[in-house]
């Protein structure tokens, strides 16, 4: 049976303090889900970041920007709490800092707590922030317990209620995070410096390639160690997600490295960690089932090789995949696949459907009428078109339920902008209305 899913980041629920966070109406989300047989949340990345949610400083921290005010006063950590104006952009800034100071002074550790900091994971990274912010190691160390609470009570209450959460794990961390300060043996270096960073090759869109601000893995290294490091990672992400998401899977069959300094034009192909991790990832209990992986963009014979002899669950993206000059053409592929109108970096459908070019919208028309898709409300339609294809999983963007133009698109690739990871509801009542029809 086909089953549903919905992908709305945490900074994207409605709030009165600036940012979708681990508050009351992720609840109500989660309510609303249940009461209309959504079975999937998806979320993007939640670990401490910079700038992106795919800008990793750890693995392990979550983003603090994600610590609810309600729970903190709930808690009785925290007296009353001063409301900001509701808008349709999450706001990051230090609001919520003076409630974080205060819950932490009221705090008395508790047993969870003094069993969470063994967490040498944890501890590092109240370190490494220690030393960032000249700010007491300990109030990091709250900080975090308060956010691995909330956030798993916030899991078991999906789980309670039928729905599962789909996690989203990014394939490398930033130059300066937890990882490269402790663990430099894993990084590509020489005499303490960075030779290569993570991107991509010369395209249509950029003739420079992008380079990613990150660096790239001593996979020769990992291999002697049985990948050690990664499985650390992935388990535990998978204790905070009932499904997780592999970012970049084409990484793990080769993945690409720009001499440090240098452009895109001046990177290569290496071989990646390949079938050695992932034998060894499920050597130590993962399941497959576990696991979804993004397999999109430049992808090559070995890397499908690599998913098909795993039978990974896969991604298909149907704004890329319309044929608007086969009007027969439907879909043709296997179940095991988890299919999107559009992703987190794509257009909205009505954003994509807009800058489509006269033909293209007719032929889209034509499709959808062709298989008893509305094409009066393109959204609806497109959805309507991604339920009848053979996909096990359809997940669809807030936005696309909504109906919303692509002002409201969550990201755009290759950008610096505030438009990007800041959309938000300001409340859930039109989603109420228009879920249904999903």
């Known amino acids: 049976m086909k089953e549903k899913g919905i992908l709305l980041p945490i900074f994207s629920l409605p709030s009165k303090y600036g940012i979708g966070d681990f508050g009351n109406e992720a609840y109500e989300f989660i309510d609303i889900l249940a009461e209309n047989g959504i079975k999937y949340w998806e979320i993007l990345p939640i670990n401490a970041c910079r700038h992106s949610p795919y800008s990793t400083v750890s693995y392990y921290a979550l983003n603090d920007d994600y610590l609810s005010l309600d729970k903190l006063q709930e808690y009785g950590l925290i007296g009353e709490i001063e409301q900001r104006e509701n808008i349709d952009r999450a706001i990051y800034d230090d609001f919520k800092e003076k409630y974080y100071i205060e819950a ?35 109030y990091f160390l709250f900080i975090q317990y308060i956010l691995y609470k909330e956030w798993i009570d916030i899991k078991n209450y999906a789980n309670s209620k039928g729905v599962e ?16 300060k402790f663990y430099p043996e894993w990084f590509q270096m020489e005499n303490g410096q960075f030779t290569y960073e993570a991107g991509t090759p010369p395209d249509y869109f950029n003739q420079d390639g992008q380079k990613w601000s990150c660096p790239v893995y001593d996979i020769e290294k990992m291999r002697k160690d049985n990948f050690s490091y990664f499985i650390k990672r992935f ?36 071989d990646g960690a390949s079938y050695d991790f992932f034998d060894e990832l499920f050597k130590e209990g993962v399941r497959i089932d576990e696991l979804i992986i993004e397999d999109l963009g430049d992808i090559r014979d070995e890397t499908i090789a690599l998913r098909e002899h795993y039978n990974f669950t896969r991604l298909k993206i149907q704004e890329f995949c319309f044929d608007f000059d086969n009007l027969s053409d439907y879909d043709n592929e296997s179940e095991n696949v988890v299919v999107f109108p559009g992703s987190h970096d794509c257009n909205t459908i009505c954003g994509w459907y807009e800058e489509l070019s ?6 889209l028309k034509e499709i959808l009428r062709i298989n008893g898709c509305n094409t009066e409300q393109i959204n609806v339609g497109v959805i309507e078109y991604c339920m009848k294809c053979k996909a096990r999983i359809v997940i669809v963007l807030a936005q696309d339920i ?8 969550t990201n755009v690739p290759g950008t610096v902008s505030d438009l990007n990871w800041s959309w938000k509801l300001i409340n859930f009542d039109e989603l109420k209305e228009k879920i249904k029809l999903f």
């Open 104 to 138: 932490y002074n009221n705090f008395k550790p508790s047993t969870g707590y003094l069993e969470f900091i063994k967490n040498d994971e944890i501890v590092k990274y109240a370190m490494f922030r220690s030393e960032e912010t000249g700010k007491e190691k300990e």
């Open 402 to 409: 909504l109906g919303l133009d692509g002002s409201t698109r």
């Open 235 to 270: 388990k535990y992400n998978l204790e905070l997600y009932d499904i997780l998401r592999i970012d970049h899977f084409r990484g793990y069959d080769s993945y690409f490295r720009i001499p440090f300094g240098g452009s895109g034009k001046d990177g290569e192909y290496v």
């Open 358 to 363: 006269d033909y293209q919208k007719e032929r």
């Open 165 to 180: 959460v789909i996690g989203d794990m990014p394939v490398y961390p930033t130059f300066k995070s937890v990882d490269t």
